[in-house]
């Protein structure tokens, strides 16, 4: 299986070509008030005009308001909801299929029956797990976790992962445990800003792992 590539904290269409020229699949662009890369519905828009076509945006949300979803989708985008969003308000804002971040704590004892108990209600969520930060803080911890926590979790459902990935261990991550997709925002950014030469390093390892786990076992 090819694995999806989201860099996500893209705030503006040159971030966004950066990672389309690498190769993602996908960018994130961050509108939740907490974040040092929120960006405005405007520019969301610009973004969103400037990728091309098979080129997904994703809209990036912590706890919103309807009004805020709304005219993200008007722009083109699809939600990811990385807040603490119940599922009916989650269900209601997405027409179709989104990201539901669940974060994932260090101790994190959680058993397979009882996350799917938690996630039945979800039932278009794509299931992005992200490192739980002790702050309250939703994701950009820049720390991984336990990989095969989502693996356990999501057992046969497509899964992203998310929290502390850079091009030097998103390899290890994708032979482990083969996810649907994997996330990345400050593992390839150098002083604040997205750095070309990581993302195209970023993807190319992916692409690597890909190419790894698919290869016949001699």
């Known amino acids: 299986m090819r694995t999806r590539v989201k860099i996500c904290g893209c705030t503006s269409a040159a ?8 190769g993602a699949d996908a960018v994130g662009v961050i509108l939740a008030e907490e974040s040092e890369r929120r960006v405005t519905v405007e520019r969301l828009r610009e973004i969103t005009a400037s990728v091309p076509a098979l080129v997904t945006v994703v ?24 807040g603490y969003e119940p599922a009916d308000a989650c269900e209601a804002f997405a027409e179709g299929p989104y990201l539901k971040a669940y974060h994932v704590l ?3 004892v959680q ?10 209600p979800f039932e278009h969520a794509t299931w992005l797990f992200d490192t739980a930060r002790a702050s309250g803080r939703s994701g950009g911890t820049g720390r991984t976790f ?16 998310s929290g502390g ?3 030097e261990n998103v ?39 890909d190419a790894q786990t698919a290869a016949p076992i001699a």
Do not use: M
Not at 15 to 22: G, K, Q, S
Not at 111 to 120: K, P
């Open 111 to 120: 058993t397979r029956a009882t996350f799917e108990a938690f996630a039945r």
């Open 59 to 82: 809209a990036v949300f912590v706890d919103p308001p309807s009004s805020l979803v709304d005219e993200a989708l008007k722009a083109g985008a699809i939600p990811q909801f990385h």
């Open 106 to 108: 260090p101790d994190h």
């Open 146 to 161: 336990a990989w095969e926590i989502a693996r356990k979790l999501a057992g046969e459902r497509r899964f992203v992962v």
């Open 171 to 209: 390899g290890d991550c994708v032979r482990a445990v083969h996810p649907y997709a994997v996330d990345v925002r400050s593992g390839v950014e150098t002083n604040g800003a997205k750095d070309a030469a990581k993302v195209r390093a970023f993807v190319a390892a992916v692409r690597e792992a």
């Open 15 to 22: 971030d966004a070509a950066i990672a389309v020229e690498a």
């Open 165 to 167: 990935l850079t091009p």
